[in-house]
């Protein structure tokens, strides 16, 4: 059974949407999408994305990373996050050093992980949780406001990471903006394609300030 998500800003589980509180037992019939973002950052001074090709599988393996690439699932999440991106103004480049922003997406195919951090999500202590290195010469993760929350078996997280910081390996690569969506999966355990899309667009229409 998916599990409550404790919300700091804007959360939005359809047909509940005026409850300021979800139950739990709708969330097995209804998906879920949680917003965050660091309220320091403007979005307007960005103009191009990069987005990776696969998506990282999140699950109960750590011997080494795992990646959804040029499959059905994969290919339904990158291109309906990039058109949220695009729509909001955003420009898609294929040049991952040029790039203002890093859209990372990543799939909870199954894990039982949790772990609490101070302004850190659970994910972070997963293994090979997109390699700082894969961003630049980075010494780590910042996410500038709280998190914290369970997870639920076959959710979606897109992130942003700001790009046009001077890197550092003393330096920590900034999450600007968290999306986590949950309820998406069918009766058979695969991907619902028409939730996914409208999910995703439901995280970037209400982030009304990821805009350029």
Do not use: H
């Not at 998916?2 to 979800?22: N, R, S």
């Not at 709280?146 to 890197?167: A, F, H, K, N, R």
């Not at 058979?188 to 209400?206: K, P, R, W």
């Amino acid at each position: 059974m998916k599990k409550l998500i404790p919300m700091l800003f804007a959360a939005v589980l359809l047909v509940t949407a005026c409850e300021k509180t979800p139950d739990t037992g709708k969330l097995d019939d209804d998906y879920l999408v949680y917003t965050n973002y660091d309220d320091d950052t403007d979005f307007a001074k960005f103009t191009t994305f990069y987005v990776p090709d696969s998506v990282l599988i999140i699950d109960n393996s750590s011997d080494k990373p795992k990646y959804l690439y040029g499959t059905p699932a994969a290919d339904i999440l990158i291109a309906n996050y990039v058109a949220g991106m695009e729509a909001a103004g955003y420009v898609r480049t294929t040049d991952k050093e040029s790039a203002d922003l890093g859209l990372q997406i990543s799939y909870v195919k199954d894990t039982y992980r949790f772990r609490y951090y101070n302004n850190y999500p659970w994910w972070y202590g997963y293994p090979w949780y997109w390699q700082f290195s894969y961003w630049g010469d980075w010494g780590g993760w910042y996410w500038p406001y709280d998190i914290t929350y369970s997870y639920s078996t076959g959710s979606v997280l897109g992130e942003l990471v700001d790009l046009t910081q001077p890197e550092s390996t003393s330096k920590q690569l900034k999450v600007v903006w968290t999306s986590y969506i949950s309820g998406l999966l069918n009766s058979d355990g695969s991907l619902n394609t028409t939730e996914v899309a409208q999910a995703i667009s439901q995280a970037f229409s209400q982030s009304k300030y990821l805009k350029k």
